[in-house]
């Protein structure tokens, strides 16, 4: 399967699974106990009050009726307006998204480098520090987000007191205008994305190192340096995107929960404060708006992989 065909099969699969899973997003909101008619209304509205807000949201309705017409005002871009406010959720994704791209884009930039070193450095070197990097690899990633995010509060911004303990960033503005104020947060994910990368990277270069390939080249005399660079670097390249789209995914819903211990204006934020508030469109359009970020990041990854793939045939 040529290139444009195997991409075509992948964007078609991708489309056909962002149905699937707005709708399971939808029927999630739906089955959850209580509304948005408590935020809208009040707490102390009487019945009729809450029957008449109710109507207007329209969720006296059929939930798959609901769907429907979401979905269907969805294909044409409108994702509608929040019941909490009213705001037009399109406009909130645009506005709060660019702020967990950059936060995901700071974290990659880290982790990335890293996790190739750790995962060649362990992958090929093994032994001591093979067991020393895995263990630590293996405890970072059972460990909870918030976890880490107070750990590193409570070192960095209580102890030391070099860091704020929330992101300090003034409405209407960007993180770029309080650059300190993305270091918790990027140090927080980068522990998570770096202990699954290096564990995913340390078994790709481990499994190449063995390969048969590998073998008869160390003993043509190829060792050291010049095998890992020669060999094994370009044998695990398509092993290592996916690793790292892997990551990418991990990093996803991590920062949902790392948003919101540092009061940080992304994407997660918004959808923590929707579900809390039950506004389901809101929570419709930022969940699917997620779930796309994923998948094309995931068919990228795959693109890359068939390419690193195909070049590593071809040069065999």
Do not use: K
């Not at 895995?134 to 070099?162: D, Y």
């Not at 003993?219 to 095998?227: E, S, T, Y």
């Amino acid at each position: 399967m040529n290139l444009l065909a195997f991409a075509a099969r992948r964007v078609a699969g991708a489309a056909v699974l962002l149905v699937l899973l707005s709708a399971t997003v939808f029927a999630a909101t739906a089955v959850l106990p209580g509304d948005a008619v408590s935020a809208v209304a009040g707490v102390d509205a009487s019945e009729a009050r809450r029957a008449a807000v109710r109507a207007e949201l329209g969720l006296d309705r059929p939930a798959a009726e609901r769907y429907a017409d979401w979905a269907a005002s969805a294909v044409r871009g409108d994702l509608g307006r929040g019941f909490v406010g009213e705001r037009q959720v399109a406009e909130v994704i645009a506005t709060r998204l660019p702020n967990s791209l950059l936060l995901a884009g700071l974290t990659l930039a880290v982790t990335a480098p890293l996790a190739a070193l750790l995962g060649l450095w362990t992958g090929l070197r093994g032994g001591g520090a093979d067991r020393v990097v895995s263990t630590t690899a293996q405890i970072l990633a059972a460990v909870p987000e918030f976890v880490i995010a107070a750990l590193l509060v409570a070192v960095l911004a209580v102890w030391l007191e070099v860091l704020p303990r929330v992101s300090l960033i003034p409405l209407g503005g960007t993180p770029l205008d309080v650059p300190h104020a993305l270091v918790l947060p990027v140090l927080t994910l980068s522990a998570v994305g770096l202990a699954v990368a290096t564990r995913l990277l340390r078994a790709s270069v481990a499994d190449t190192a063995a390969t048969p390939y590998c073998e008869a080249a160390r003993l043509n005399g190829v060792r050291g340096v010049r095998l890992a660079v020669r060999h094994i670097l370009p044998n695990a390249a398509g092993p290592a995107v996916q690793a790292l789209t892997l990551t990418t995914g991990a990093l996803v819903g991590s920062a949902v929960v790392v948003e919101n211990v540092f009061d940080y204006p992304g994407i997660g934020r918004e959808l923590q404060l929707a579900v809390a508030a039950r506004d389901v469109p809101m929570v419709q359009g930022i969940a699917t708006a997620l779930v796309a970020v994923m998948l094309v990041v995931l068919l990228l990854g795959d693109i890359c992989a068939r390419l690193l793939g195909a070049r590593e045939g071809h040069g065999r």
